[in-house]
């Protein structure tokens, strides 16, 4: 099973910039479609986007589309969210996550895999 580890969640002002990195290991990356999703105080933890094995197609939650980007790096075995335009609606812990192929990540009870969570905050 894969281990997932998140990174670069952190304060920012509204209008600024993140990215967020996601470290696997512990089995083949290539088999393992990919997706973020963030959990906010007091609500359900939503999708955000994924990204399939090869790096494409990708998908977006509406309230990110445009804004926020998701990549993989299958030699560094590592998944990015570059986040830009962040507003206060998007300060929630960020989690990466995985599901073997075909399986896309894009619903919460289908993850195989969840990363222990990266908090973004974001003010006015």
């Known amino acids: 099973q894969l281990q997932l580890v998140e990174s670069g969640g952190g304060s920012v002002q509204a209008g600024d910039s993140l990215r967020l990195s996601c470290a696997a290991s512990g089995a083949s990356f290539l088999r393992y479609h990919l997706g973020w999703f963030r959990q906010a105080p007091g609500k359900e933890r939503e999708f955000v986007a994924d990204?399939?094995?090869?790096?494409?197609?990708?998908a977006y939650a509406d309230a990110v589309k445009g804004r926020f980007t998701i990549s993989r790096d299958n030699a560094k075995n590592t998944m990015y969210l570059e986040m830009k335009s962040l507003q206060p609606r998007d300060t929630a812990v960020y989690y990466c996550a995985a599901v073997l192929s075909p399986r896309r990540a894009q619903l919460v009870g289908g993850i195989s895999s969840w990363g222990q969570g990266t908090q973004v905050t974001v003010t006015s």
């Open positions: 990204v399939t094995f090869s790096g494409g197609p990708t």
